[in-house]
Nanobody, 115 residues
Framework: QVQFVESGGGSVQAGESLTLSCTGS????????MYWYRQVPGKEREFVCE???????RCADSVNGRFVISRDIEKKTMFLRMDKLTPDDTGIYYC?????????WGRGTQVTVSE
């Protein structure tokens, strides 16, 4: 059974940093593209960053230069390092992956950035 568990969220002030973690199980970690998305109430879930099976990375323009996605295959964990946070980065952050043509998501971790 494919599962993802996010952690590392919290409440910070603008300009501070956080690192999110996502531990995966039930599939060959590293074989599939993995994502970070975020969502605020009333809005659609939006793309943040992705990392491919070949360790290629891509992030949304809104976070480029501030967020870095990475992973440790041995620990089956993906990370999202977030620097220079702003209130616009507030939301629930979800990790997920397309495993065998099906998309799986974790339950999310809340990030709140205040002025």
């Amino acid at each position: 059974q494919v599962q993802f568990v996010e952690s590392g969220g919290g409440s910070v002030q603008a300009g501070e940093s956080l690192t999110l973690s996502c531990t995966g199980s039930g599939f060959r970690f590293g074989w599939y593209i993995m994502y970070w998305y975020r969502q605020v109430p009333g809005k659609e879930r939006e793309f943040v960053c992705e990392i491919t099976s070949l360790d290629g990375t891509r992030c949304a323009d809104s976070v480029n230069g501030r967020f870095v996605i990475s992973r440790d295959i041995e620990k089956k964990t993906m990370f999202l390092r977030m620097d220079k946070l702003t209130p616009d980065d507030t939301g629930i952050y979800y990790c997920g992956s397309d495993v065998d043509m099906r998309t799986y998501w974790g339950r999310g971790t809340q990030v709140t950035v205040s002025e």
